[in-house]
């Protein structure tokens, strides 16, 4: 079965960098794209990132662009967040799934782990 397993999560300063990891496994990791979530303290899932299964396709939502980049090693089946210039904002629970852009929400998601950017 599918399972997906996120690390990396802390507590960090603003401005602050973290990268998170997601391995992957019981799917076909290389063909598939792959997708970071967030779900902030009372709020719904917030889609953030996408990558297509070449790495080279990638899509960011606007609260991140230029601060987040996506990226994956289909040798090691994991996916990467790389995150910059973390902001309050960004404080959430980040989960991965091994859907894209527009159907992320119906595909399963590891148990998240925690960004908490304050000071």
């Known amino acids: 079965q599918v399972q997906l397993v996120e690390s990396g999560g802390a507590l960090v300063q603003p401005g602050g960098s973290l990268r998170l990891s997601c391995a992957a496994s019981?799917?076909?990791?290389?063909?598939?794209?792959m997708s970071w979530l967030r779900q902030a303290p009372g709020k719904g899932l917030e889609w953030v990132s996408s990558?297509?299964?070449?790495?080279?396709?990638?899509q960011y939502a606007d609260s991140v662009k230029g601060r987040f980049t996506i990226s994956r090693d289909n040798k090691k089946n994991t996916l990467y967040l790389q995150m910059n210039s973390l902001k309050p904002e960004d404080t959430a629970v980040y989960f991965c799934?091994?859907?894209?852009?527009?159907?992320?929400?119906?595909?399963?998601r590891g148990q998240g782990t925690q960004v908490t950017v304050s000071s």
């Open positions: 990558v297509g299964a070449a790495s080279g396709d990638t």
């Open positions: 799934t091994n859907e894209g852009r527009l159907y992320y929400t119906r595909g399963p």
């Open positions: 019981g799917f076909t990791f290389r063909i598939s794209a």
